[in-house]
């Protein structure tokens, strides 16, 4: 028995899909980290994985706020891995997205990837209007994502880097002696007032 990192995993998988999909061809997968977090219950209702930009609309890494009379500076913490500065930070949340079905989880992945900026400033995509992380329709950024999975998983050499994938995390505990992944606490945004 071998010790499965889901961290490393989960790496391959975004370095194959952004070498792979035109529409994230922009992603630098050396400026995400990619990071697995626990959930306090179990189950698959609720957030399955989310995204923190590292930098403000515009790729900006300051912005003053302003409420009534008074304002701030918030400042975006650096991230530095491996001596590279991240833009972006993904958290899987274990053991509810590795408890997905497997298409699901590409789902997952591709909805986190696709907030990330077209620019890759470090911001996320944002669209027109109030709901600026979907767009005017949740149900058409999923349709869009789910699409953008069926185009991924029609392309060759697919399967090696999906394989883990496809087992929930119970099963994963009992084909491997052990399973690693990277923890990072949450960056947070420092106020100046």
């Known amino acids: 028995m071998t010790t499965l990192n889901l961290t490393l995993s989960l790496e391959k998988l975004?370095?194959?899909?952004?070498?792979?999909?035109?529409?994230?061809?922009?992603?630098?997968?050396?400026?995400?980290l990619l990071c697995v977090s626990s959930t306090r219950s179990g189950g698959v209702h609720g957030v399955y994985a989310k995204i923190h930009p590292l930098r403000f609309a515009g790729g900006a890494r300051s912005m003053e706020v302003k409420r009534g009379r008074r304002s701030a500076l918030l400042t975006m913490p650096t991230v530095v891995?491996?001596?590279?500065?991240?833009?972006?930070v993904i958290y899987f949340l274990a053991p509810r997205f590795f408890d997905l079905?497997?298409?699901?989880?590409?789902?997952t992945v591709f909805h986190e990837l696709y907030h990330i900026s077209p620019?890759?400033?470090?911001?996320?995509?944002?669209?027109?209007?109030?709901?600026?992380?979907?767009?005017?329709?949740?149900?058409?950024?999923?349709a869009l994502m789910n699409s953008l999975v069926e185009k991924y998983l029609s392309l060759p050499g697919c399967s090696e880097?999906?394989?883990?994938?496809?087992?929930?995390?119970e099963s994963l505990r009992?084909?491997?002696k052990a399973i690693v992944g990277r923890k990072f606490p949450v960056p947070k945004v420092?106020?100046?007032r």
Do not use: C, W
């Not at 491996?82 to 972006?88: D, K, P, Q, T």
């Open 119 to 142: 620019l890759f400033d470090g911001d996320i995509r944002r669209f027109p209007g109030r709901n600026f992380a979907h767009g005017s329709s949740r149900k058409r950024y999923n």
């Open 161 to 169: 880097t999906t394989d883990f994938l496809g087992s929930d995390l």
């Open 190 to 192: 420092r106020i100046q």
């Open 81 to 88: 891995h491996r001596r590279i500065e991240m833009l972006y």
């Open 14 to 32: 975004v370095a194959d899909i952004v070498g792979k999909v035109e529409e994230l061809g922009h992603i630098d997968p050396s400026q995400v």
């Open 101 to 107: 079905p497997k298409r699901e989880k590409l789902i």
């Open 174 to 176: 009992s084909r491997y």
